[in-house]
Structures are given as C-alpha cells and as structure tokens.
C-alpha cells in the first residue's frame, strides 16, 4: 500500500533535501555519468579484501532499478543497471533522474517519495523540511524498512552527523528555479 504518495517537481523539493540526499547516497554524482568507477574499484578492493563490502550504486544506477528492475541483490541486475544507467543520463540528466529518484525512492514499508517520507515522519510537506530532518531521512537509506529518521541507530547518527557537515558543499544540477529555506 501507498501512503501519501504525490509526486514533487525538483524545483519544489528544497536544496537541502537535495543536498543531504546526494551527500548520503551519492557525492559524486555530478561528476560521472550514471556509473561511478572509482567507487565500483573501491568495492571490488574491499571485497578482494574480505572486508564488509561497500556499495557501488550510483543515484541513477539506483533509480533505474527502482523504475525499470527489480529489488533484491543479483550480480546480473547489477550488470544491467551499469547498462541503462548512462543511457538514463543522456536521456534523462541529472536533473530529472535527482527528481525520479526523490519521489520514487523508499523511506519506509510502503512510504514512497520525499513528500509522503515528509508528511509520515514530521507531518508536514517536503517544502518544510529542515536541513536536520532531511539528513535524518538521508541517514535511514540504507535500510529504510528498518530504520526510522526518528529514532537513529548508532550506526545512523555517524551518518545523520556526516550528512549535515558535508550537504552544503555537494554539488547539485543547475537550476533556476529552486526553493530555498
């Protein structure tokens, strides 16, 4: 089930939540094309290394597989999203594949979206949302079926904490038309 769900156009989803978002997810993602090579060379080392293996996915490899593939870990969705993701970047940018990713990403069983995350964690719309609740719903990403941007692991405050040093500084696709708190 659906709860909340509407979709928000990027000029009306504050910087903030931008900014926290590809601080946590993805830092460099104005800086490849869909596949983040560096970052896929990090995580072969580590796991070469038997070390806890570390994510590779980019906000677009991320979003491809949430509009066009399906959940759960296989070396061959992988593969196909390394594929599509540069041709979502061309057909798409950065802009619109930021949007796609914003309001179909999941923030909790059957919370799908900025919008719907705002109005079931701190009841208010996204356009609200402070640069403190967007990182708290940043830090929850990598589990949001088991996390919650209310009560933060440990595990999820080092991140929550990281998330508001760094977001400012992230780059984000140009836009003229941005709202700004």
Same mark, same amino acid.
């Given at each position: ?6 979709w928000?156009p990027l ?7 931008q900014? *926290?978002?590809?601080a946590a ?6 800086e490849?094309? /869909?596949?983040?090579l560096s970052?896929v060379?990090a995580?072969?080392?580590? =796991? ?9 996915? %980019?906000? %677009?490899?991320?979003?491809v597989?949430?509009?066009f593939l399906?959940? /759960?870990r296989?070396?061959?969705r992988?593969v196909?999203? /390394? !594929?599509?993701a540069p041709?979502?970047? !061309? *057909?798409? /940018?950065k802009?619109?594949?930021?949007e796609?990713?914003?309001?179909v990403?999941?923030?909790g069983?059957g919370?799908y979206?900025?919008?719907?995350a705002?109005q079931?964690?701190?009841?208010? =719309?996204a356009?609200?949302? %402070?640069l403190?609740? =967007?990182? *708290? ?14 009560r933060l692991s440990? !595990? ?7 998330? !508001?040093?760094e *977001?400012r500084a992230v780059?984000?696709?140009?836009s ?6």
């Amino acid at each position: 089930m659906l709860r909340g769900w509407s979709w928000l156009p990027l000029n009306k989803i504050p910087l903030q939540v931008q900014q *926290a978002v590809v601080a946590a997810e993805d830092a460099r993602f104005m800086e490849h094309w /869909g596949v983040d090579l560096s970052a896929v060379g990090a995580a072969l080392e580590d =796991s070469d290394a038997r070390m806890k293996p570390r994510g590779a996915s %980019t906000i %677009t490899m991320q979003t491809v597989k949430n509009v066009f593939l399906w959940p /759960g870990r296989s070396y061959i969705r992988k593969v196909i999203e /390394g !594929v599509m993701a540069p041709l979502a970047e !061309v *057909a798409w /940018g950065k802009r619109r594949t930021l949007e796609i990713y914003l309001n179909v990403i999941e923030w909790g069983e059957g919370i799908y979206g900025i919008e719907a995350a705002a109005q079931h964690y701190f009841n208010c =719309s996204a356009q609200q949302l %402070t640069l403190e609740q =967007s990182a *708290a719903l940043a830090a929850i990403l990598p589990a949001p079926r088991r996390l919650s941007p209310k009560r933060l692991s440990s !595990v999820s405050q080092r991140r929550f904490y990281r998330i !508001v040093k760094e *977001a400012r500084a992230v780059p984000l696709p140009v836009s003229f038309t941005r709202v700004q708190r």
